[in-house]
């Protein structure tokens, strides 16, 4: 008996909707802070704007021993792969920030091994991760010295656009 082959999309490279759901269309106009995180209000509906992902990325350069040059999430390397994209679609300006008071940054908890960092954008959670620390930091931490980061954080601002 012979089977039923399967259909291709006639050759024509167009998107073929499967059984009861339409194919997703391309991403249309700039990326915004709401397509891309889980933030409410006015920034929601902002493009993220390059002055901002530099904020971000100076935040995320103050998180002692993270580093996430060739692999691995960045929110800040997201934000600013998106800002690219903005500015290449005329969305925003070099060099511009977002409209509403816009401020990056992280803190950091004490937890079992290591500490959890946890990302803000506009006084928004966007992105928490654990870092683990080494024998040696770990009992350094748990002394009280110099190399504790519970509690610890940084901000960034991009202040408001002209």
């Not at 499967?18 to 802070?33: D, L, N, S, W």
Request: charged letters at 20%.
């Amino acid at each position: 008996m012979a089977r039923p082959q399967p259909r291709s999309g006639g050759g024509g490279g167009e998107q073929v909707p499967v059984q009861g759901k339409e194919a997703a269309p391309a991403h249309q106009g700039p990326i915004k802070y709401g397509d891309a995180f889980e933030v409410k209000g006015d920034l929601a509906g902002q493009p993220i704007a390059p002055r901002d992902a530099a904020a971000m990325r100076a935040a995320e350069e103050e998180v002692p021993g993270v580093r996430v040059p060739g692999g691995g999430f960045s929110v800040g390397g997201f934000m600013e792969q998106a800002a690219q994209y903005n500015q290449a679609l005329g969305a925003v300006q070099p060099g511009q920030a977002s409209d509403t008071e816009f401020v990056a940054g992280f803190t950091q908890d004490a937890a079992p091994g290591g500490r959890i960092v946890t990302e803000f954008v506009g006084g928004q959670a966007v992105g928490q991760y654990a870092v683990a620390e080494a024998p040696a930091e770990q009992a350094k931490a748990a002394a009280g010295s110099e190399g504790a980061a519970a509690g610890r954080g940084g901000v960034a601002s991009a202040g408001r656009r002209n």
